[in-house]
């Protein structure tokens, strides 16, 4: 099976393509990206041919794409792909304006091909475990839940508001929201949002804390800002869920099984994983859905409604006021 | 142990688990019947009654040379949970009956298959760590439960040192190689009658120190952690720690009742892990990642450990020279 990756714009590309190395019968093909050395240095690495192009990587014999561009350019290259009667997975969040994630929904439909959201969380084992629970009915019934996926400024394009579209509640809202709405299989109904700009000197949000009730009742938040120190911090960031149902409470820290280390020269603690690969998983399942033609795990569908999440939070934070979201 | 094994054979696609063997009727029933195998009152019916490649012996520790020399006699290969046996004397005799048999013996050191101990070995072997200068172990809980209470005979379990203990020993001689010398106190030898805990001291050949603490004492729970300490950098791991679930449940009517939950979940577990790479090893005669010499020379350093709190005095590995060094 051949790959193409389209862009190494965003820093997961560059797990997604290690992750490809180790799946058997699995070829990362092309390496499309407008930044030239960014994109031959990363061809180099993985083994793969270079073209600036995207549009002349569609010209090659390949079954799929990962598209970890810009995210305000998810829209014309999943579109592109899809057309071309390639399979697709996409980078969250889907899209950067809600009519463009439709337009992807639309294409993967058309042209009856895969498109996968990368929603690594839904491949992380102590939250696939948590999943396995709630369905078994181990908490009761879900009453509320509070989750955290803070992280650092990532600096780059992801602080630049055309091509982000969105500062931290765009980057880091809808891997929590995802989750929330697996758990609980329901949609969000209102938010509201407080967002702000109070950790970096940027000209886009760093601070954000939403308020959630779902359309079963369920109410939640959520924080997804960039507060972790810079260079203190002993990991990137985190991925935490408090799940309090009618039976009991259940505390997930997704990433809690890692040695910490600390290491002389580089001046702070750091986190060392040692659990599943979520990444691995997750590509490992695309591939596996693509052979057998089932549907993926968390879908071009699951991506919109994340997005359109994140999208009406900074909608409440505008009017300083709850924003309900139409289905 | 059985219970563990049994549920990771059946995990494993390339095995089929085709008996049990126990002296208790009732466990071997609704063990039995609840994963459909049939069960075996001894391993002679067994190896008579089922077409077997191999006898995967979870017994307590004094009963692991008759089988093992029985299965291997049977030309059957072995699997032995650790310590290999209670005697050095005991375990040479199964690792020669192997040798005999031209069969493997293979023993469950399975703190080697744990993810995190990997993890740390590796920043130990690629240098991260720069040269290491102490490491700090430990491993316990309350009183294990065991079939007529044979962890609390050291006829039987050889006591903690040699029970529990071995795991790190073991590890410890997978990153830093053979044992120098030991030094041990425990509360058993100090107090009669006290519930087991160990602190040993431990000097390898190439130079690190290791304190290695076990103990059946503590009220309850288990755990096991670790510090490992270079002079570039230091590690450290307590499965004590909040993990990735932590779940606190709702238990009868009382308001305040609860049971609380945490679990540290990986895709295939270490015991999985462990008996998949056995398997390797059999079928496909590869180098398996713990020798049989391994599992003697973890004995071997936990008896050293047993006589040092016996006789109060450090004790040097036997063939190997003392001393400053």
């Given at each position: ?327 | ?76 290969h ?26 493997q013996?293979l ?169 998949a790479h056995f398997l390797e090893v059999i079928t496909h005669d590869a180098l398996p990642v713990v020798t ?34």
């Amino acid at each position: 099976m051949n790959i193409a990756i389209f862009s190494f714009a965003h820093m997961h590309a560059y797990s997604y393509a290690r992750s490809l190395k180790d799946l058997p019968g699995v070829t990362l093909k092309v390496v499309a990206d407008d930044d030239v050395e960014r994109g031959r240095q990363a061809a180099e690495t993985f083994g793969a041919r270079y073209v600036r192009d995207y549009q002349d990587a569609l010209k090659e014999p390949l079954d799929a794409v990962i598209v970890t561009s810009e995210n305000s350019r998810h829209a014309e290259m999943t579109v592109a792909a899809l057309q071309a009667g390639l399979h697709v997975l996409c980078e969250k969040p889907i899209a950067t304006r809600i009519e463009d994630g439709h337009r992807m929904v639309q294409a993967a439909h058309d042209a009856k091909k895969l498109l996968q959201m990368a929603f690594p969380m839904r491949y992380n084992i102590p939250a696939a475990r948590l999943k396995q629970q709630l369905d078994q009915g181990r908490l009761g019934r879900i009453l509320l839940m509070n989750g955290t996926n803070h992280g650092k400024n990532p600096g780059g394009w992801f602080i630049d508001p055309v091509l982000a579209g969105g500062g931290a509640v765009m980057d880091h809202t809808v891997h929590i929201v995802d989750l929330m709405r697996w758990y609980t299989g329901s949609e969000v109904r209102e938010v509201y949002a407080e967002i702000d700009t109070r950790f970096h000197p940027i000209g886009i949000d760093d601070t954000g804390l939403l308020t959630l009730e779902f359309e079963n009742g369920v109410i939640a938040a959520l924080d997804p800002s960039w507060s972790r120190p810079q260079r203190s911090f002993p990991t990137w960031g985190d991925v935490t869920l408090e799940v309090v149902g009618t039976e009991g409470v259940t505390h997930l820290d997704a990433f809690a099984q890692h040695l910490v280390l600390y290491k002389e020269i580089a001046g702070q603690a750091q986190h060392l994983g040692w659990g599943d690969d979520p990444d691995l998983r997750m590509l490992e399942s695309f591939i596996a859905c693509i052979r057998a033609g089932t549907p993926p795990l968390a879908s071009g569908h699951d991506g919109l409604q994340a997005t359109q999440v994140a999208l009406a939070c900074y909608e409440s934070a505008r009017l300083a006021r709850p924003v309900k979201i139409s289905q | 142990m059985g219970f563990v094994h049994a549920q990771a054979w059946q995990a494993i696609p390339e095995a089929q688990l085709v008996g049990l063997v126990d002296t208790d009727p009732n466990l071997l029933k609704t063990l039995g019947e609840s994963i459909g195998v049939s069960g075996f009152p001894n391993l002679d019916t067994a190896l008579r009654e089922v077409d077997v490649d191999i006898i995967d012996i979870c017994l307590p520790t004094h009963l692991h040379r008759e089988a093992a020399e029985a299965a291997l006699a049977a030309g059957k290969h072995v699997i032995c949970e650790k310590p290999l046996a209670l005697s050095l004397k005991d375990a040479r005799a199964i690792i020669d009956a192997a040798a005999a048999a031209k069969k493997q013996i293979l023993v469950g050191h399975v703190l080697r298959f744990f993810r995190v101990y990997q993890k740390a070995r590796q920043l130990v072997l690629d240098h991260t760590l720069g040269q290491i200068g102490t490491i700090k172990t430990f491993r316990g809980g309350s009183y294990p439960k065991g079939w007529h209470d044979w962890y609390g005979d050291p006829a039987k379990s050889g006591t903690l040192a040699t029970d529990l203990l071995i795991h790190d020993f073991d590890f410890l001689m997978w990153c830093f190689g053979p044992v120098e010398r030991v030094y041990a106190k425990s509360l058993a030898g100090h107090i009669t009658g006290a519930a087991d805990h160990v602190l040993a001291s431990l000097r390898f050949k190439s130079g690190p120190i290791a304190h290695v603490e076990g103990t059946w004492a503590y009220p309850k729970g288990f755990s096991y952690a670790f510090e490992i300490a270079g002079a570039d950098g230091l590690i450290h791991f307590d499965s004590a720690d909040k993990g990735p679930i932590h779940t606190l449940l709702r238990s009868g009517s009382e308001r305040n009742a609860s049971v609380e939950v945490p679990e540290s979940p990986v895709e295939i577990s270490p015991y999985q892990a462990e008996l998949a790479h056995f398997l390797e090893v059999i079928t496909h005669d590869a180098l398996p990642v713990v020798t049989a010499e391994d599992g003697y020379n973890a004995l071997a350093v936990s008896l050293a450990v047993r006589d040092s709190i016996q006789s109060g005095e450090p004790v040097l590995l036997p063939g190997r020279t003392g001393g400053e060094s």
